[in-house]
């Protein structure tokens, strides 16, 4: 029988802290969907203001977030976006922007620091003399913190200038901010800073600073009213949704602050695992909160054994690929589970008698 848990599959995972619950007990709520509710109206306000925007909307998740934002933007079919071929929008979001908003993407190969280099976004916007045959380019999207990079974060001098580039063309530029904050942590950049450059903004709430539920999408008075619509079209217009935004707002307030806690025991935990026989992290790599684990080729042991050894210690991971683990940390992730986790790989991968229960 298990005696200890530690769940790093992500930082979605953490649970309402006993501030967030009483908040939303208490919060003043009221029919959001007729724009009534007080509490989501000072989550927005607030977050627009965090993030130097004119307006702001609660949206259930981030995918839905990103999905109005590229709509928005695109608003006629056949409309083409900009994104990095190991964007989460491009694989994670479930083709979204095709199916339902029959947004052509086209993809820049994204390096390992998760930027596309500037040349070829230029070179990949459609020439508008190619109208009769092309798809018309309308939006570049950027991912800062690159999840799939391993975290790693885009700095305001390259934001500024992919942005510089969609003015010279005419286009919009998106944000996926799903972890800006961590981001803006780790670069020292105050957050609306960081985003000046975007059209608009993607931020979720319950990955990096531990709120249970939902995103927010800031941009123009005018952005967020069309925003408003597409909500509701698809299914995102909820009614006393104060009761999560209150949640949020703790969030806001408690956890922002314990994120640089978060990305020193990510490079703690990284440092311990690369000292380890058999894996290999790149240390270099680790910014904010998330890692690669790397099985050595020709290791006795493979990502998958390796991850069902890991888990019978308590330790829950997400296996990335064949050869590789993906480990995401957050608040609720003490310095004592860094170190239990470090002592569980190390038997794992010694073949060490298990202690936890077994």
Excluded: W
Excluded at 23 to 42: C, K
Excluded at 104 to 110: L, M
Excluded at 234 to 260: D, S, Y
Aim: include cysteine.
């Amino acid at each position: 029988m298990l005696t200890q848990t530690v769940d790093l599959r992500s930082d979605t995972v953490t649970k309402p802290t006993e501030t967030m619950r009483a908040a939303m007990a208490a919060a003043v709520v009221d029919d959001d969907v007729l724009g009534s509710d007080p509490t989501a109206f000072r989550l927005e306000s607030e977050m627009a203001k965090i993030m130097g925007k004119e307006a702001a909307l609660f949206v259930p998740s981030g995918t839905m977030g990103n999905l109005i934002s590229v709509l928005v933007h695109c608003d006629i079919r056949g409309s083409e976006v900009i994104l990095g071929d190991n964007s989460h929008i491009h694989i994670f979001e479930n083709g979204g922007i095709s199916t339902i908003g029959g947004v052509h993407p086209r993809t820049v190969k994204n390096n390992n620091d998760g930027t596309m280099d500037l040349d070829l976004i230029e070179a990949t916007i459609r020439d508008p003399r190619g109208e009769l045959v092309f798809p018309t380019t309308r939006l570049i999207c950027l991912e800062n913190s690159h999840a799939n990079c391993g975290g790693r974060c885009l700095t305001v001098e390259y934001t500024d200038r992919v942005g510089d580039i969609a003015k010279k063309h005419g286009l919009k530029l998106h944000i996926d901010g799903a972890r800006i904050f961590n981001a803006s942590i780790a670069l020292g950049v105050p957050v609306d800073r960081l985003v000046q450059a975007a059209d608009s903004v993607s931020v979720c709430l319950s990955k990096g600073i531990g709120a249970p539920v939902g995103s927010v999408i800031v941009g123009s008075e005018s952005f967020i009213s069309k925003a408003r619509r597409l909500r509701k079209t698809l299914g995102g217009g909820m009614r006393q949704v104060g009761i999560l935004c209150a949640a949020a707002l703790v969030a806001l307030q408690e956890n922002v602050a314990k994120l640089e806690g978060d990305h020193k025991k990510a490079k703690t935990l990284a440092e311990g695992l690369n000292q380890i026989k058999g894996i290999r992290v790149d240390t270099e790599m680790v910014e904010t909160n998330i890692l690669y684990v790397h099985v050595d080729e020709g290791s006795t042991i493979s990502a998958e054994k390796l991850y069902k050894k890991l888990e019978d210690y308590g330790i829950l991971a997400m296996k990335e690929s064949s050869s590789s683990i993906r480990i995401v940390l957050h608040h609720q992730i003490s310095e004592s589970d860094v170190q239990y986790t470090l002592s569980c790989f190390q038997k794992a991968l010694t073949g060490a008698p298990e202690e936890n229960g077994h």
